[in-house]
């Protein structure tokens, strides 16, 4: 069983930036697709972005952090990260990891098999 534990959320004020992680456990992790997705208090949960699995060099990310946010991933250490700048205020939110047994990954929640449990991530105005 593939356990995902994020770390790095916090506080930071507007413009700042905070790097997330997200350690894999029980698998193989370089075989599966990773994506990072969000929610924010009352709303739905909503895709950031994806990277591809081991081989395979897809990114996709969602268009409200496009330039702003870039995902990666270590595959030696299990370990796939966001790095967030520019942050602001909507971006405030729970941020999940997650993993799917696709190559490719994105942005449907549906094509993801692991969940973490989440890191909270507030950006003060």
């Known amino acids: 069983q593939v356990q995902l534990v994020e770390s790095g959320g916090g506080l930071v004020q507007a413009g700042g930036s905070l790097t997330l992680s997200c350690a894999a456990s029980?698998?193989?992790?370089?075989?599966?697709?990773m994506g990072w997705f969000r929610q924010a208090p009352g709303k739905e949960r909503e895709f950031v972005a994806s990277?591809?699995?081991?081989?395979?060099?897809?990114?996709r990310y969602a268009d409200s952090v496009k330039g702003r946010f870039t995902i990666s991933r270590d595959n030696a250490k299990n370990t796939v990260y966001l790095r967030m700048n520019s942050l602001n205020p909507e971006d405030t939110a729970v941020y999940y990891c997650?993993?799917?047994?696709?190559?490719?990954?994105?942005?449907?929640?549906?094509?993801?098999?692991?969940w973490g449990q989440g890191t909270q991530v507030t950006v003060s105005s």
């Open positions: 990277i591809a699995r081991s081989g395979y060099s897809t990114t």
């Open positions: 029980g698998g193989t992790f370089g075989s599966y697709a």
């Open positions: 997650a993993g799917a047994r696709t190559p490719y990954g994105g942005s449907w929640s549906s094509l993801y098999d692991y």
